[in-house]
């Protein structure tokens, strides 16, 4: 199993989702960077369950114990690792699905993959649960990233059919991304998260449950972060992504949209603005050939609907070969949308403060060719 993430900042999480606890260790923060467990707090609060009507009635505190690398308040150079122990557990209502795996879950891939001996109570190491340490991580690369000028923020672009308004390409104002943050329901039109609940709502009452998208913004980034390829800013973003449970989907800038432009409406036209080069609109989301530039980062994921409804499903009987009908027990999110957005956040948080620590392309004083130094002319 993968559960690591990042180049320069490496990532682990630990733990399964009925197991004592889950954790995280980070190891490669830059020293001497403060730590606000508060704020922390705060943010770990806005992914915990059982704090929304449309979300699991769980209840977990979700207090992270840190094991090291913090000292008098600061990280300490050593590797940071943390803990949050699981108390509000039902294991039996998941006991017979070794068997009759759900369908929309990996209970059937995890069964074929790790023949039979995974932990499937509530999901084991395949649950969201896992994104309560993935954003100890992140909330903590939130923190360092907001020293350094870069703010970051997601809302709910849209759920259960329902749409929020765009992020603007050319940014939002700061007081925009903090009222985000601080919203139990974060979207930007107060009435489209009227109608996004009353639809999750409408689901849940029908036993069934509903998807939807999660839109990010990143500024104060400076061009030139990434690269081409693999190494993209994109492509790692991406495939961080996508390690977030339930997440089918992900665009940048204008997205599958730029499929239908022309290449003059998808281009953004270059400008100059106080001796600094930038554009006039935000298409290609911040990024182009993997490289950030300057423009806001922008990008979309879509979650899907969550897997365990409380409909009768058509399954099968591994044991017996044979077809059965299941009706899924336990406490699950009708719409897992509102409790991603943080960790969509902290995913990005890791990747952007991953990306900044990565050597410069040319490095002060190294020779190029003709035994020219690096300063030496114009480049």
Do not use: W
Request: charged letters at 25%; hydrophobic letters at 35%.
């Amino acid at each position: 199993m993968s559960s690591e993430l990042g180049n320069n900042i490496k990532v682990s999480i630990f733990g399964q989702s009925h197991a004592e606890a889950i954790g995280v260790t980070v190891d490669g923060l830059p020293a001497g960077e403060a730590v606000d467990l508060d704020r922390l707090q705060a943010f770990l609060q806005r992914r915990a369950p059982g704090r929304l009507d449309v979300s699991t009635p769980r209840k977990e505190e979700d207090r992270p114990h840190i094991l090291c690398g913090v000292l008098n308040g600061r990280t300490c150079g050593a590797p940071l690792a943390a803990v949050i122990e699981n108390a509000n557990t039902r294991s039996q209502d998941y006991e017979q699905l070794k068997d009759i795996p759900r369908p929309g879950h990996a209970d059937y891939t995890a069964q074929v993959r790790y023949q039979g001996f995974q932990d499937v109570r509530g999901g084991g190491h395949f649950s969201g649960r896992l994104t309560a340490p993935l954003c100890v991580a992140g909330g903590i690369c939130l923190q360092i990233l907001e020293r350094r000028g870069i703010e970051i923020a997601a809302h709910i672009r849209s759920a259960a059919g329902a749409e929020d308004r765009p992020f603007r390409e050319l940014g939002e104002d700061p007081e925009t991304l903090e009222e985000l943050r601080r919203s139990p329901f974060p979207t930007l039109d107060q009435k489209a998260g009227e109608n996004m609940r009353r639809e999750i709502c409408r689901a849940r009452e029908q036993g069934d449950s509903v998807g939807g998208v999660v839109e990010c913004i990143i500024q104060g980034l400076p061009a030139g972060l990434g690269s081409g390829m693999f190494g993209g800013m994109d492509s790692r973003l991406a495939a961080a992504v996508f390690g977030i449970p339930a997440v089918k989907g992900v665009e940048f800038g204008a997205g599958f949209e730029a499929a239908r432009l022309r290449g003059s409406e998808n281009n953004d036209p270059y400008r100059v603005e106080d001796g600094r080069v930038t554009a006039g609109r935000n298409r290609a989301g911040g990024i182009l050939g993997g490289i950030t530039t300057g423009m806001p980062l922008l990008f979309r994921a879509a979650f899907k609907p969550t897997p365990s409804i409380g409909k009768e499903q058509d399954s099968v009987s591994l044991s017996a070969g044979e077809g059965r009908k299941l009706v899924v027990h336990g406490r699950h999110d009708p719409c897992i949308v509102p409790r991603a957005v943080p960790v969509v956040e902290a995913v990005a948080a890791i990747l952007t403060l991953d990306a900044l620590l990565d050597p410069p392309a040319v490095l002060p004083g190294r020779l190029r060719r003709g035994g020219e130094k690096n300063g030496d002319r114009d480049t």
